[in-house]
DNA sequence: CCGGTCTTGGAACGAGCGGTCGAGAATGGG
DNA sequence: CCCATTCTCGACCGCTCGTTCCAAGACCGG
């Protein structure tokens, strides 16, 4: 009874995201928007409101599209202990000088706007718990099986995974040798053995 | 010979240190920093240049009056497990959510501008070597002095503890719970026992 | 094949951005 | 005391920001 959109609203929020995930809020413009997401401006307005509003859409979809999936991830099956190194070894991998990864887009948020912010800070807050208790999940499994050491309750062993993953985001930002990462991962993954 | 300035460089330095600290690189205009500095809008271009300039002035700032005693700190007499322990509790403890505290401006440049400014990244690269050698020392100390066990290398160690505080101060703007800061830091500092 | 409804494109809005400029005030050497 | 020099002040620059608006275009039920 009308014309239909001419663009997939998921596939240009998609987009935003990765925009936002590379730049930031505040370095990404109106237009950049326009641009990469391939759609007119009145459409962005219409579909999305004004841009606060389109991060936080394009936060909600990260936690789809991505925190989801890893935290599932790390519900694998296998040695629990390969689980987790596994996740913190393929970023040390992923992080090649040349690849200019964005990091994650919840870590990014939490430092650039959080403080001012209140709606960022319940979503980067929320995605938090909800790594550092996929984690804890893993870690238990693992103490059960005998793997990782009962000295520390899973809960703040999944706490302190959670953080050492911001911390390796913020690592690899700030330095391109794969060895400061190794190191970095090496010793955090001391933390599970016996 | 001529009309001398109205203010102390340095101060009004200090002051443009303090809005990026708090604000990012983006999110601070010009007018704010000439609100904050107390100086007028030509005496800011004609000491430090354009906007950028400043910012990188106020890296190097911070770099000799926050990093600098910080690391130096570090190589305070006693028990080097205190000495670390220490810095990092004192962290978790000053972050309340009264205080509202600026994390680590380092940081904040990492996530914010490193994969974009060449000059904000060598900076944050360096000052985290810094503070990794920093924390290499007193480990080699601690280890010395049979504290702590030398299963792990000083200088992984090092880049280890650096990367922790980075994920400490991460989590600490994301989430105001100082229990989730506890766990973090009390399985950060587990890695330094036998 | 028309009429009503929604989308699209692009111009335009005021506000604020980073940065500049010229006139006037204040200084200290001669 | 005077003048060259420097700093201070606020207006002002062109531009880009996020946002709005409207006319033209595209669609589909009737």
Chains 1, 2 share one sequence.
């Not at 790594?131 to 103490?143: D, E, L, N, T």
């Not at 911001?166 to 001391?190: E, I, M, P, T």
Request: with cysteine.
């Amino acid at each position: 009874m009308a014309r239909p959109k001419e663009f997939e609203p998921q596939i240009a929020l998609e987009r935003a995201m990765d925009v936002f995930w590379r730049k930031g809020f505040e370095a990404t413009s109106v237009q950049d928007l326009v641009n990469e997401m391939g759609i007119n401006r009145a459409s962005l307005y219409s579909t999305f409101g004004d841009k606060h509003s389109l991060f936080m859409a394009a936060l909600d979809r990260y936690s789809e599209s991505v925190t989801g999936p890893m935290v599932e991830q790390l519900q694998a099956e296998g040695p629990a202990k390969e689980v987790i190194s596994g996740l913190f070894r393929s970023l040390v991998g992923g992080t090649r000088a040349s690849e200019a990864q964005p990091g994650c887009l919840m870590t990014n948020s939490a430092v650039e706007l959080c403080q001012r912010c209140p709606e960022t800070a319940e979503r980067v807050t929320k995605s938090m718990e909800r790594v550092s208790k996929g984690f804890a999940k893993v870690v238990a499994r693992g103490q059960e099986a005998g793997e990782i050491p009962t000295s520390q309750s899973p809960r703040a062993l999944g706490r302190f995974l959670c953080g050492a993953l911001q911390g390796l985001v913020v690592l690899s930002k700030a330095n391109q040798s794969r060895a400061v990462l190794s190191d970095y991962v090496g010793v955090v993954l001391s933390v599970l053995e016996t």
